[in-house]
């Protein structure tokens, strides 16, 4: 693992041909990640593998709807994501034509079924809706991930600054909501200006976070 905080990437947006590879970095990364293990029974590498791959396909498909990806670029790899929904952008694809090419995924979304903890999303889903009087419209950070080889070398704030970059630029937007299981993530989201709008906690010990950065907000 590298040590050293200078991040030796860049971010920009994804071209089309690398929406695949993204996915999966961003796929990768959340094996790991506190919700992914609250909601899924990862003790198999099967499983491990068709949830990235579910995972993978699920991010290509909310960018082909639209949202924008963001990817951290070191050399020729992309080495993190962030997935960023603006209200209002166009699809890239026509509707039907995503619906259509979800159906060869299918059957490995729904072998996965047999692996999803079931009483633990009912219990979380109430958890896991946003604040009603959030400020609107406002965008969200659907996801943000980077390969966990390059995880502490700076490359999260690169993405995190380039994503507020991007919303920033909407003026009628009143800010980006996000929400996270993970106390860790809580805190690093607390320094680039998020405020904590709701904590809901569900079954063994697990808290979903609802956070707002407002666009007025600065990074701590
Ligand atoms: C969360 C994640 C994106 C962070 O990526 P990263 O590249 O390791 O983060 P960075 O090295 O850029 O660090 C980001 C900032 O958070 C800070 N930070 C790191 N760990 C922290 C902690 N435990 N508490 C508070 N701040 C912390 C860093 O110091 C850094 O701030 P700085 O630039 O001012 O020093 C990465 O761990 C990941 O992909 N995890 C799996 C997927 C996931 O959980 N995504 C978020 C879902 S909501």
């Given amino acids: 693992m590298r040590t050293d905080r200078e991040a030796p990437a860049w971010v920009r947006d994804v071209t089309p041909g690398e929406v695949a590879r993204a996915a999966w970095v961003a796929a990768e990364a959340f094996q790991g990640e506190a919700f992914t293990n ?3 029974d ?3 590498e099967r499983v491990r593998a068709q949830l990235a791959r579910t995972f993978a396909r699920t991010v290509a498909r909310k960018w082909e709807a639209g949202d924008s990806l ?5 050399g020729d790899e992309i080495v993190g994501a962030a997935l960023v929904h603006v209200p209002g952008q166009p699809a890239r694809s026509p509707r039907w034509r995503r619906a259509l090419g979800s159906v060869p995924h299918l059957g490995r979304t729904l072998s996965l079924a047999r692996w999803i903890r079931w009483r633990r999303i009912l219990s979380t889903l109430k958890a896991m809706q946003p604040p009603p009087d959030l400020r609107k419209p406002h965008a969200t950070l659907v996801g943000l991930a980077v390969a966990p080889v390059h995880q502490g070398t700076g490359i999260a704030r690169l993405l995190l600054d380039s994503a507020h970059a991007r919303v920033e630029v909407e003026a009628d937007l009143e800010g980006i909501y996000l929400f996270t299981g993970d106390a860790r993530n809580r805190d690093i989201y607390t320094r680039f200006g998020y405020r904590l709008v709701r904590e809901a906690s569900r079954g063994a010990g697990f808290t979903v ?7 007025e907000a600065q990074a701590g």
């Fill in 42 to 44: 990862l003790s198999r």
């Fill in 70 to 74: 963001l990817v951290a670029v070191a």
């Fill in 38 to 40: 609250w909601l899924f």
């Fill in 209 to 215: 976070y609802h956070m707002f950065r407002p666009h």
